[in-house]
């Protein structure tokens, strides 16, 4: 999950989560108090590893979904459900996870999804067949959407007010590292040691943040009363709706892109891991770039930047795929398609909360589960496609996909921000 998550997680729970602070008669550390100059930023730190852990395993598949399907006796199309598997439960727990647990001290709750972290990540450097890969990703689905739907909300409560846009911007940052990080030393150290010793390493940073998070979480009370009906509330609004589709097709071919991008670079582009690696750490360092560039965008026209980003995506697809050979060309058009993406999840956010300012939490809420259901129909329908055409077909498919995001936005999504920024 991608920087996607990071620009919409954790709303329902900091509803459910909101409230005065209360002091605990233990050794554990308690929460800064309203007005309070304490920051616990040591448990800042906690929560960003746990999101740099959680990011990191899930983009690892893209890297290494060759290796994987060759040692489990699948196809690529069929090991990459993996990632639909993660995504699809990520989708349920984050939507489920504020009620499930309304009455769990948070730091508990939150431990207990870094140990699934850890385990998810053993399972599957142990899995000797697809049944227990998804396993794994499972473990990992329930770990990744109950912490970010939490997370955001855990550090408010870590810091005094004033702190709080320094708080969330560490937590973030574990996102744009896991970007960077994931798939070129993924694609690397997966050459040299295997595939599974690229998951012994991502349990081993599971491990570290569950460690630091022991050491410096405070017992944090729930608070509030989460609610699902209001997510139905707002989802039957004037456009939201259309929104929702909008966003589900910009993720949807981002995703199928994504998550079979190393069997494009070695079918079609005919790269070796090496160059392979280095063209996967330009999209990631493009990618962190390109959440500046929606920045500058945003100040100039929010409309205009959700549709010329999937529209440049798409154009991108359908001309990596129409390219063949062509090494040089291909990292740089990925490098493209990477700086787009960047600004697509700044963009989506700053629509939410222009479209439902009044329900804002709920609505970013809305946008979590619709990210996983896309990440869940990229992978799927990119490794039906991939089984029947190819690499370059899934690329095919993705820009065609992209392409009607535009359009759909175009129609109408855009035009409700205009007067709402007005």
């Known amino acids: 999950m991608s920087e996607a998550l990071q620009s919409a997680s954790s709303l329902e729970a900091i509803e459910a989560d909101r409230g005065p602070h209360r002091a605990y008669k233990d050794d554990i550390p308690t929460a800064a108090a309203p007005g309070s100059q304490n920051a616990l930023w040591g448990a800042v730190v906690s929560m960003m590893l746990g999101v740099f852990g959680l990011v990191t395993a899930e983009f690892l598949p893209a890297s290494l979904l060759t290796p994987m399907a060759r040692d489990l006796g699948v196809t690529e199309g069929v090991a990459g459900q993996a990632v639909t598997a993660t995504a699809t439960v990520a989708l349920i727990t984050s939507l489920l996870v504020a009620t499930v647990t309304r009455r769990i001290d948070r730091r508990l709750v939150l431990l207990a999804f870094s140990i699934l972290l850890v385990a998810s990540n053993l399972l599957v450097a142990s899995a000797s067949s697809l049944p227990a890969l998804i396993a794994g990703r499972v473990l990992l689905g329930i770990a990744l959407g109950g912490f970010w739907t939490m997370s955001a909300a855990t550090v408010m409560r870590l810091v005094p007010e004033a702190l709080v846009p320094r708080a969330l911007s560490i937590l973030f940052s574990g996102v744009s590292a896991a970007t960077v990080f994931a798939a070129p030393v993924g694609s690397y150290v997966g ?15 599971g491990l570290l943040a569950l460690v630091v998070q022991f050491a410096t979480l405070p017992r944090l009370e729930p608070r509030g009363h989460a609610r699902l009906r209001t997510l139905w509330e707002v989802l039957m609004r004037p456009q939201i709706g259309l929104g929702m589709v909008a ?16 069997p494009f670079l070695e079918t079609v582009t005919g790269v070796g891991v ?9 999209f990631g360092i493009a990618n962190f770039l390109g959440t500046f560039l929606g920045g500058f965008l945003l100040e100039r026209s929010l409309r205009l930047t959700l549709a010329a980003m999937p529209l440049a995506m798409g154009v991108l697809g359908l001309v990596l795929a129409g390219l063949g050979s062509a090494p040089v060309a291909d990292a740089v058009l990925i490098a493209l398609w ?8 700044v963009a989506w956010t700053a629509w939410i909360t222009r479209a439902v300012p009044d329900e804002t939490e709920s609505g970013t809420a809305l946008i979590v589960a619709v990210i996983q259901l896309a990440i869940a129909l990229g992978a799927a329908g990119g490794g039906t496609i991939f ?12 820009g065609l996909v992209l392409l009607l995001a535009v359009l759909l936005i175009l129609a109408g999504v855009g035009s409700r921000l205009v007067t709402a920024a007005a």
């Open 191 to 205: 050459d040299i040691a295997g595939w599974r010793a690229v998951f012994l390493m991502a349990a081993g940073l």
């Open 247 to 262: 966003v589900t097709l910009v993720f949807t071919g981002h995703f199928a892109f994504f998550t079979y991008i190393r």
């Open 274 to 282: 090496s160059t392979m690696s280095a063209i996967l750490l330009g």
């Open 338 to 345: 990477g700086l787009a993406f960047g600004a697509v999840p």
């Open 387 to 398: 089984d029947v055409s190819g690499a370059g077909g899934v690329f095919v498919g993705a």
